[in-house]
């Protein structure tokens, strides 16, 4: 079993700052990518920002320049460092996964249970 929470959502104003962070636990051998997506009411969710094991990161055009991922990899944890916060930020970020539960074992996907982030105008 493998679980991903999520903490530090949570509301400020526009123009403030925010960090989520995301613990990853269970049967894991190697994390391949970790990532933070959104969704907002009466939205599809969507890819905010990706990172590889070696680092390597990708962002949405809407957050880059504001945001930063950054991750852990001896302690299998994500952040997202949110800057510059707007009201369209607003939604609920969940963490994501790319792992290896075991040696030689498939890649599997695996998502956290989200965390509300409300950005006040």
């Known amino acids: 079993q493998v679980q991903l929470v999520e903490s530090g959502g949570g509301l400020v104003q526009a123009g403030g700052s925010l960090r989520v962070s995301c613990a990853a636990s269970g049967s894991i051998f190697s994390i391949v990518a970790m990532a933070w997506h959104r969704q907002a009411p009466g939205k599809q969710r969507e890819l905010v920002a990706r990172?590889?094991?070696?680092?390597?990161?990708n962002y949405a055009d809407s957050v880059k320049g504001r945001f930063t991922i950054s991750r852990d990899n001896a302690k299998n944890t994500v952040d997202l460092q949110m800057n510059s916060l707007k009201p369209e930020d607003t939604a609920v970020y969940y963490c994501n996964a790319a792992l290896i539960p075991y040696v030689a074992g498939p890649t599997l996907e695996y998502w956290g249970q989200g965390t509300q982030v409300t950005i006040s105008s």
């Open positions: 990172i590889s094991r070696s680092g390597r990161a």
